[in-house]
């Protein structure tokens, strides 16, 4: 009788073997690969990853407002100079370009100018005048007052021509581009005796693009002290007439 050893030992083989295979799951039913990921694959990764720049200090600071030119504040100083432009009375100060010169609003107490000087500061030039309305009004002057043009932006250009018995004086103002002509006018025409007729206490008037210019005795700036007028973000600009 031959034995059955060997068959049973075949088909326990057989048994283990499909067991194992069933509990065993393929790579493509458990959805990895069947590759095994290498040291050097995490290396090359952890590389990659290390090597993204972070975002620099210099990168990400705010950069510097640009510069402010006189131009973009006077705009007429970008066309060619007129006789409007050039001042019937002399002007001997060779620091200031003539052919820089640029009319601004006609006063009443004052012939003024805007004009830049050889540094690049925008200027505003003036001589005081009387109040005659017959043209043999008497003149006194000029003056010039001079900023870098980021600071005429922000805080405008202000001039006084010391006045006497015989010679007319003046307190000057080239406001602050942001300043409106009609929020000039609701402020100074708030102010006691004032108005819009020939030769008011504080006389104010525009230019075609926007400049607005401010003027009074000196006596008169004396008293007032500072006159505050809304700027056009809604922030105060206070105009120091001392």
Request: with cysteine.
């Amino acid at each position: 009788m031959k034995s059955k050893l060997p068959l049973l030992i075949g088909l326990s083989a057989v048994l283990l073997a499909t067991s194992c295979s069933a509990a065993s799951p393929t790579s493509e039913e458990s959805g990895t690969s069947a590759e095994p990921v290498s040291a050097t694959s995490q290396s090359q990764k952890g590389d990659k990853s290390s090597a993204t720049p972070s975002a620099s200090p210099s990168a990400s600071a705010s950069k510097s407002p640009a510069s402010v030119s006189a131009k973009d504040i006077i705009p007429t100083l970008a066309k060619p100079q007129t006789d409007e432009d050039r001042p019937s009375q002399k002007f001997n100060d060779s620091s200031i370009k003539k052919s820089s010169f640029r009319a601004l609003a006609p006063l009443s107490y004052a012939q003024e100018f805007a004009a830049t000087n050889k540094e690049g500061d925008l200027c505003l030039v003036a001589w005081a005048q009387s109040g005659d309305g017959d043209g043999s009004a008497t003149i006194n002057g000029p003056e010039t007052e001079c900023d870098a043009p980021a600071e005429v932006q922000k805080d405008g250009l202000t001039l006084n021509i010391d006045g006497s018995d015989k010679k007319p004086g003046v307190v000057l103002a080239m406001l602050p581009p942001d300043v409106a002509e009609k929020d000039v006018r609701t402020v100074l025409l708030k102010i006691p005796g004032n108005h819009e007729d020939l030769r008011p206490p504080v006389e104010f008037k525009a230019t075609d693009f926007g400049i607005v210019s401010v003027a009074m005795e000196p006596a008169t700036a004396k008293e007032l002290g500072t006159i505050t007028i809304p700027r056009k973000d809604g922030s105060d600009f206070t105009l120091d007439l001392d």
